[in-house]
């Protein structure tokens, strides 16, 4: 099955910086989607990211903080940009593989801002 | 605003037993419905899908959904410590995203 590596793992950042995380797929993929895991809580869709387009923010998610790159059918970034302690997070991309049942996560960024 | 609900829990069942995962949705429309198992730490893993009305089984485990009701329920048969996790509801719609619930933290106890 199609790997998907996701790095870094964790991080620990001061307020004010921006961090950005990267998502490769060994296989190629439509659309590659980025999540937020806050402490104790569900998972939340920031955006949709596809190759040759801008990606699609949900909802409380705007560019300017979380901007994305999609230069390939296989690798996607995330920024968090201008940090707080309220982005501290689990990071989480997730595709869609060609002939899946389901969608498949990478490991995850947990992330610390202090 | 399209919404996902499941029991927090924890619900706790010995070892041996049928655990029953719940979950609701509140969009008539949605198309495809997903369980996921997250063990602490770790990122969601997925462990079944359901499209259409009925039940599927894949193992121990057991998925059912009535779109009339809009309900869709986990069945894990002969429950194992290992399965002891945090169970994810997802549900789809014709736009390919994913809305979770907060999870059922499901404990089995040996």
């Known amino acids: 099955s199609a790997v998907i590596s996701q790095k870094p793992s964790r991080d620990i950042c001061q307020r004010g910086t921006s961090l950005t995380i990267q998502c490769q797929v060994d296989s190629q993929v439509t659309m590659m989607f980025w999540y937020r895991q806050q402490p104790g809580q569900s998972l939340t869709l920031i955006a949709t990211a596809n190759q040759g387009s801008e990606a699609t923010y949900e909802s409380g998610f705007v560019i300017d903080k979380f901007p994305i790159s999609r230069p390939n059918l296989t690798f996607s970034t995330l920024t968090v940009s201008n940090m707080s302690p309220e982005d501290s997070s689990i990071y989480l991309c997730?595709?869609?593989?060609?002939?899946?049942?389901?969608?498949?996560f990478g490991s995850g960024t947990r992330l610390t801002v202090v | 605003q399209k919404e996902v609900e499941q029991n927090s829990g924890p619900l706790s069942v010995p070892e041996g037993a049928i655990a029953s995962l719940n979950c609701t949705y509140s969009d008539r429309g949605s198309q495809s419905f997903f369980w996921y198992r997250q063990y602490s730490g770790k990122s969601p893993e997925l462990i079944m899908s359901i499209y259409s009305n009925g039940d599927k089984e894949d193992g121990r485990f057991t998925a059912q959904l009535n779109k009339a009701s809009q309900y869709v329920s986990l069945l894990i048969r002969d429950s194992q410590p290992s399965d002891s996790a945090t169970y994810l509801c997802a549900v789809g719609g014709s736009n390919y995203k994913l809305t979770f619930g907060k999870g059922t933290l499901l404990t089995v106890n040996p």
């Open positions: 997730s595709v869609l593989l060609e002939g899946a049942y389901g969608y498949t």
